[in-house]
């Protein structure tokens, strides 16, 4: 399991298009790019054309999926599909209430 620190932005390969599964231990599904931690998230998001995300909420560390979608709305980088398929309730609402910013700032 990687840490947040070991994440280097150059071990990301570049892609045309990334459907990105966030999330620290379930694996994503058939056709999409598993991020496990908000870092490689992030790095995926800098060098990819990210079509599609989902994010959990809880990873594992000190940045959360919330953390993952500020960093979106900061970067002026986000996907036209936006969704959440966290477990944790209050989580899930921190993580929609960024994806309405977005929405909002977006449109």
């Known amino acids: 399991m990687h840490t947040d620190s070991e994440v280097q932005f150059n071990t990301i390969p570049l892609e045309e298009e990334v459907k990105l599964w966030v999330d620290d231990r379930r694996m994503a599904p058939v056709g999409w790019r598993w991020a496990r931690t908000a870092a490689q998230a992030q790095a995926i998001i800098e060098r ?30 986000h996907p036209s599909t936006l969704a959440t398929h966290s477990s944790n309730p209050a989580g899930r609402k921190e993580i929609e209430n960024v994806f309405d910013k977005i929405r ?4």
Request: cysteine-free; glycine content about 8%.
């Open 48 to 77: 990819n054309n990210v079509v599609s995300i989902s994010l959990d909420y809880n990873l594992g560390g000190n940045m959360t999926g919330a953390s993952v979608a500020q960093f979106m709305l900061y970067k002026n980088k």
């Open 104 to 107: 909002a700032r977006y449109p």
